[in-house]
């Protein structure tokens, strides 16, 4: 059972259709920040004097301190108050953001990403985690995407602000506007969510924590060093040692551990394997994209940053005007056609910007960009969606970490894969960079593909419950 400590507030703020975009709104300075820095990055490069691929690290880098923190999040949010445990998160993404801002050095850059990583971890997690306590099954679906609309304003302004500021002032410009989002994210987050808790929680899992934390990071760090020319194989070999022998450790811990910080026992569920082990390839194709498109408009095709700005903006347009028929086409087709017919669609349509030149038409570069932000706004929120179709509420907080945990990752690995294949194409195959890129994307669209078979296992009628049309008092309930 969960206790809400500010009976009036919170219980009226938990139930509230607005809860959602409230929760969403923090979760807007994030995907606008990461969408931004993807736009800004070679003319941060340029300022630094350093290659545009050298400055991966800083996506990267973010994705590895998340991918640290993610598993304690729905902890803290048990202990401390899902409304505190955010909040703190916002406040430390602030923070981050003004060492980025007032950088003088890659490094100094690298040290702000990683604090907005950690702190980071502690905003998708736990806002999703209040929802799923706090709607029945039948609603989940119609919950999560309203969480969603607000995040998507910020791969819609992102590129564009981030361009704007790199062609016209100065990248520095967006982590201010970070902060700025931030005290409002605040402000909203104290009036409306409520501080949910979790009174018979488990003692705290250390050793699993710093071993699954030393794990991913290692592992997220490992695969971006591979792209690097200067990449030492001595310390490639220790991260690779690092990475597996903490894996054995937790794996070791797991099997004797009263409550693990993360419950892989969730894997057995069918919905739930499909929507995270299964989701890990279209997330491996998608994570890296703000940085591809970046890379193929301003270094492969010339284009200013602001206009390659405008140029994903048709991305997020396309994501933003597929919320609505998304739930519509999920609740009428049903998740396993969807899935599969889907994950092709979404394969073909990130394979295609590999035949972009400087003569392709710019009208033809944003109807398919348009066109790739419907498919992937359907398959994401199909994935958000199945991934807690059976998941008991009682285990919603361990459900949620681990979902977050394998999303992150995912991303960060596709940073690390999407550098490691365009250096790789231009060393070996001894593709020109333009050639490179988009190698890139056709190697990534085909590797999402391998979702298919996760997808084609589940029943025909899974995730019924959370479309309306096997809901019941058991089902929304447990």
């Known amino acids: 059972m ?6 009036g507030q919170g219980q009226a703020a ?50 590895a301190g998340a991918a640290a923190f993610l598993p304690i999040s729905g902890w803290c949010a048990d202990r401390f108050g899902s409304r505190t445990t955010l909040q703190a998160a916002i406040v430390g993404f602030m923070i981050g953001s003004a060492i980025c801002g007032i950088s003088s050095t890659p490094t100094e850059l690298m040290a702000g990403r990683l604090l907005q990583g950690i702190s980071g971890a502690g905003l998708l997690p ?20 309203n969480l969603t609309i607000p995040p998507l304003l910020g791969p819609l302004v992102g590129p564009l602000l981030g361009g704007a500021a790199a062609t016209y002032a100065s990248w520095r410009l967006i982590f201010a506007l970070n902060i700025a989002v931030g005290f409002a994210g605040l402000a909203l987050v104290r009036r409306l969510v409520p501080n949910l808790t979790e009174p018979d929680q488990e003692r705290f899992d250390w050793l699993g924590t710093i071993a699954s934390a030393l794990c ?28 597996a022998g903490s894996a054995a450790v937790y794996r070791w811990h797991y099997r004797r551990a009263p409550a693990p910080i993360l419950d892989f026992s969730l894997l057995k569920l069918p919905t739930f394997r499909a929507g995270t082990v299964g989701g890990i390839f279209f997330r491996l194709s998608i994570g890296a994209e703000p940085f591809l498109y970046a890379m193929l408009f301003q270094v492969g095709m010339g284009y200013s940053a602001l206009t390659s700005g405008m140029l994903t903006l048709a991305t997020s347009i396309g994501m933003v005007a597929m919320r609505t028929t998304s739930v519509r086409l999920i609740r009428s087709l049903g998740f396993r056609p969807v899935l599969l017919v889907n994950t092709c669609l979404c394969a073909a349509t990130l394979a295609i910007p590999a035949t972009f030149t400087h003569s392709t038409p710019f009208a033809l570069l944003v109807a398919v960009l348009l066109g790739r932000g419907f498919l992937r706004s359907l398959q994401l929120n199909a994935l958000n969606s199945i991934t807690y179709a059976e998941p008991p509420k009682a285990r919603m907080s361990a459900a949620s970490s681990i979902a977050a945990t394998i999303q992150q990752v995912a991303q960060g690995m596709s940073l690390a894969a999407a550098a490691t294949l365009i250096a790789l194409a231009q060393r070996t195959l001894e593709f020109d960079v333009r050639e490179a890129i988009g190698f890139a994307f056709c190697a990534l669209a085909l590797f999402s593909l391998f979702s298919l078979p996760f997808f084609y296992r589940l029943a025909r009628d899974a995730g019924a419950e959370l479309t309306g049309a096997a809901s019941s008092p058991a089902t929304d309930e447990a």
């Open 14 to 63: 938990g139930d509230s259709p607005a809860v959602p975009f409230i929760i969403g709104a923090a979760l807007f300075l994030q995907t606008l920040d990461g969408q931004a820095i993807a736009t800004v990055l070679p003319a941060a490069a340029a300022s630094f004097g350093v290659p545009p691929l050298t400055l991966n690290l800083a996506l990267a880098i973010y994705f």
């Open 216 to 243: 991913l990071t290692s592992l997220v760090f490992l695969l971006e060093r591979i792209g690097h020319r200067s990449s030492s194989v001595s310390i490639d070999l220790a991260l690779l040692a690092l990475s």
């Open 2 to 7: 969960r206790q809400r400590p500010d009976v």
């Open 126 to 145: 736990v806002g999703r985690l209040i929802l799923l306590r706090t709607s029945t099954r039948s609603e989940l679906v119609q919950r999560l995407t």
